[in-house]
């Protein structure tokens, strides 16, 4: 069991162990439903996105093109999970 201390404003600050139970990182999502009894179960938050997304992410101003390999090797690593 973790005791984590809630701060002035409201917040709760999650320890890394927890972070990595749930897979995930800064800028990631979590989902917390409210359970009977004051108990809130905690989850990583579904990946959503379509293709409109996709489109120009792998795009960095001011670098040269990606070769075909290395788009299908970013893709594989989205797929993963690992991106």
């Not at 379509?50 to 960095?60: A, K, N, T, V």
């Amino acid at each position: 069991m973790t005791t984590l201390t809630i701060t002035a404003k409201g917040q709760v600050t999650l320890r890394q162990d927890i972070l990595r139970h749930l897979g995930v990182g800064p800028g990631q999502k979590i989902e917390a439903d409210a359970l009977p009894d004051g108990r809130v179960e905690l989850r990583a938050a579904k990946k959503t996105g379509s293709i409109e997304d996709f489109i120009g992410c792998l795009y960095e101003p001011g670098t040269k093109a990606l070769t075909l390999e290395e788009i299908n090797e970013a893709i594989e690593k989205g797929w993963a999970g690992e991106r």
